[in-house]
């Protein structure tokens, strides 16, 4: 099945392939005169980015997973987070210097237990299939690969077998460029209560 593109990935049906150019243009203009006697190497990755970008606006094909075999669709999972993941892979190996996905309802202030038991496979699964597959493919070593959420989790059960919002600490993976797995940097107290 088609995977699911951004909805503002494509130019507005408001404007016309000639405004889009002109656009186009302008940016170009205004960015080599900003560039000019700076010589900033940010503003060069900036620039490649951006054309990298454009280019992809333009690629339908990389949101169309129904190319993968079928082998490839099962170990990332048939989910949404399975297939958004596997998209992700296609825009890494694109040249997209920026992914995020995202897999919501890990709020977890009732029933905690029972909800992980849910989600942790999942994430597991999605995981694994990814990073197994940008080291297969050589691109392990260039991305970095980050699992977090906004915040942790309280280190006590509630009232509701929950755990609530907790932003003193919680934990981050890291995988790829080079990053030593198995590593561990910080530490929290005994009780998880403080770093």
């Known amino acids: 099945t088609e995977g699911s593109k951004p909805s503002n990935l494509d130019r507005l049906e408001s404007i016309t392939d000639a405004d889009h150019q002109s656009r186009s243009q302008l940016r170009e203009l205004l960015g080599r005169n900003f560039a000019a006697g700076r010589g900033s190497a940010s503003i060069g990755s900036h620039n490649e980015a951006?054309?990298?970008v454009r280019g992809l606006m333009s690629s339908d094909k990389l949101f169309d997973v129904s190319d993968e075999p079928d082998s490839v669709r099962d170990r990332y999972g048939?989910?949404?987070f399975g297939e958004q993941a596997l998209i992700a892979r296609?825009?890494?190996e694109a040249g997209t210097p920026f992914v995020k996905v995202?897999?919501?309802?890990?709020d977890s202030h009732g029933q905690n237990f029972e909800t992980h038991l849910e989600l942790?496979?999942?994430l597991d699964q999605v995981m694994s299939a990814l990073i197994d597959d940008l080291h297969d493919r050589g691109l392990l070593e260039n991305t970095l690969v980050l699992t977090l959420s906004e915040f942790g989790r309280t280190p006590n059960i509630n009232?509701?077998?929950?755990r609530d919002h907790f932003a003193s600490a919680?934990?981050?993976t890291l995988t790829g460029c080079g990053i030593q797995g198995g590593a561990v940097y910080g530490k929290s107290d005994e009780d998880g209560q403080t770093v």
């Open 50 to 52: 951006y054309a990298r």
């Open 120 to 122: 942790v496979p999942e």
């Open 159 to 162: 009232a509701s077998l929950g």
């Open 170 to 172: 919680w934990s981050v």
């Open 78 to 80: 048939r989910t949404l």
């Open 90 to 92: 296609r825009l890494i």
């Open 102 to 106: 995202g897999r919501a309802w890990w």
